[in-house]
């Protein structure tokens, strides 16, 4: 058996399966995918600005959060915009070295964005560690070098991961329809590009695999990396007293807000990720009543965090807010 079948009772458009979209939500769709990309383009270029001309301190996260915000544009740009298309109707296809090419790029554009915010939120962890009182020894920040190293292995090690993708994966015609769904790639076939793995137990534990390994590892990890700094925070908080006069403690105000963005950064991924992986792994394993409303659900949820990520920076980051404050005042 492949991913791919035949279901005469579904809705079916040019790119595949057509979940019933109204125009409400086609309409707050497009709102939050030019959110996304108009955002997510500002806080690269204001950030990015400041990154090439700011020569002193405290480039590191602001690295992360560029590299952060052009995983987002780039999932914007390559799928969220053709999703648009989808669902005003235009039939397009694509042959099968398109989506093969299409399907990895989707892969590991998604996998990069799970990796990035995950990233962002360990270092900011590190981060407050080092600057917290009741560490004694402090270190400086770690060189720009390493962190793009760094970088560079993420988007290295998810492209691999996405090999499979160009490997089992192929064009459908105007009748086919997905039977499996990853959170990292689809939620549904688009430009006729669906999963083809040469039976379904191979497909079933490709999916799994993936749901452990790339789709839940992450949350779990942002969980504790959460959590861990919560708790930096808070004995940070009891012990503020008894080291009035340690020079590091002029440092921690400006980090105790970095957490709370970088926090509410990390919450909103949870939420709107873990929806997703709670929607997608329903239709895989279950298939019951309410597939399809998970499936709508699922769709927003994906890029709710894409397009309210800039709006929690512009909040708590000082060139963005700034930045902001004279776009409004014109």
């Known amino acids: ?47 990015g600005k400041s990154v090439f ?27 969220n915009t053709l999703l648009v298309i989808s669902d005003m109707g235009l039939e397009l296809y694509s042959s099968k070295e398109w989506c093969q090419f299409l399907m990895g790029v989707w892969v590991w554009l998604r ?25 004694g020894n402090v270190h400086g920040p770690r060189g720009a070098p390493k962190l793009l190293l760094s970088l560079g292995f993420i988007w290295l090690l998810n492209f691999i991961y996405s090999i499979p993708a160009y490997i089992f994966s192929t064009n ?17 076939p688009l430009l006729g590009c669906v999963w083809n793995f040469p039976n379904s137990h191979s497909g079933l534990a490709y999916a799994t695999t993936s749901m452990v390994i790339h789709e839940s590892v992450p949350i779990i990890l942002m969980a504790f990396t959460n959590l861990g700094s919560l708790y930096t925070l808070y004995t940070h908080g009891r012990t503020r007293s008894t080291v009035q006069d340690a020079p590091v403690i002029k440092r921690v105000p ?26 997608v792994n329903y239709y895989n394993y279950n298939r019951g009543g309410a597939a399809e409303f998970l499936l709508v659900i699922a769709r927003f949820a994906n890029i709710i965090f894409i397009a309210m990520s800039p709006v929690v920076l512009a909040v708590g980051h000082r060139r963005l807010r700034s930045f902001v404050k004279s776009l409004l005042s014109h």
């Open 111 to 135: 996998s990069v964005n799970v990796w990035s915010t995950l990233f962002l939120s360990a270092f900011h962890l590190q981060t407050l560690r080092r600057v917290a009182p009741t560490i």
């Open 1 to 47: 058996m492949t991913s791919v079948s035949r279901d005469e009772d579904e809705t079916l458009v040019g790119m595949g399966l057509r979940v019933s979209v109204s125009p409400t939500q086609l309409s707050f769709y497009v709102i939050l995918v030019t959110l996304g990309i108009l955002g997510n383009a500002i806080v690269i270029g204001v950030i």
């Open 254 to 279: 400006a980090e105790r807000r970095a957490a709370k963005v970088i926090l509410g950064l990390i919450m909103l991924f949870i939420a709107s990720w873990g929806t997703s992986i709670i929607s």
């Open 172 to 188: 459908g015609g105007v009748n086919t329809t997905e039977t499996l769904m990853l959170v990292s790639s689809t939620t549904r």
């Open 53 to 79: 001309m700011d020569r002193g301190g405290g480039r590191n996260s602001d690295i992360i959060i560029i590299n952060m915000a052009l995983s987002n544009v780039l999932v914007s740009v390559m799928r």
